[in-house]
């Protein structure tokens, strides 16, 4: 937690689990220890979503745009953003692939607002809760109405551990590219170092019982 800072702006990205139950104890332990909250960027289609509208204002939702992502931190808030998204979500399984295609917004967000980009990784978190929208039909479901019908399937009491990886400082000389793709790094590091490939929900089960932090 000493890497997010007492005040002023930061980015967090963080890996999209099948459902960031993880994001939602991020947020409440970084209001609980620092008194802050963290705005998040979520998917147009939860903005759709009958009754979600109270829920989203807890969870400060924004659907975007940049320029309003910007804004946000320019003004000294926290803000977080999961380039996978969705899609991340549905399509990425128990290897925990990265899947941000070429989407470099994220980075152009944070050099605008000459803000650190803070990168963040949850282990477990596909044990927690899987889903179906690896398989081709669920995908093409995707792909061709952008809305995630693919089913899932969990709610297992895994151990989650969030870990959050070194600050990278805002570089003025610095590239939208060159920025996605150092903090795309950044988080496979994290994923590499503090996860079971593939994951496995019974040692994500037992976890709960020890203390050490990764099966090989």
């Given at each position: ?24 104890y ?109 398989t081709?039909?669920f995908?093409?479901?995707y ?12 709610g ?41 490939i ?19």
């Amino acid at each position: 937690m000493e890497k997010i800072p007492e005040e002023g702006p930061a980015l967090i990205i963080f890996y999209h689990g099948a459902i960031p139950i993880d994001f939602y104890y991020f947020m409440a332990k970084i209001f609980i220890q620092k008194g802050r909250t963290c705005r998040v960027v979520a998917d147009h289609f939860v903005f759709k979503i009958p009754g979600f509208s109270l829920l989203l204002d807890v969870f400060c939702a924004l659907h975007g745009p940049r320029e309003k992502c910007v804004e946000i931190l320019r003004s000294g808030h926290l803000l977080a953003i999961s380039p996978g998204g969705v899609r991340e979500a549905l399509i990425s399984d128990e290897t925990y692939n990265i899947v941000w295609g070429n989407r470099k917004g994220f980075a152009q967000v944070a050099i605008d607002a000459k803000v650190p980009i803070i990168p963040m990784f949850t282990q477990n978190i596909r044990e927690g809760f899987r889903s179906l929208g690896g398989t081709r039909f669920f995908r093409w479901l995707y792909e061709k109405f952008r809305y995630p019908f693919a089913p899932m399937y969990g709610g297992f009491p895994v151990k989650l551990r969030t870990y959050l990886g070194d600050p990278i400082p805002y570089d003025p000389k610095i590239t939208a590219e060159e920025l996605a793709e150092k903090t795309k790094n950044a988080v496979q590091a994290l994923i590499d170092e503090h996860q079971r490939i593939p994951g496995n929900i019974m040692s994500a089960l037992l976890e709960r019982f020890y203390k050490k932090q990764k099966i090989n």
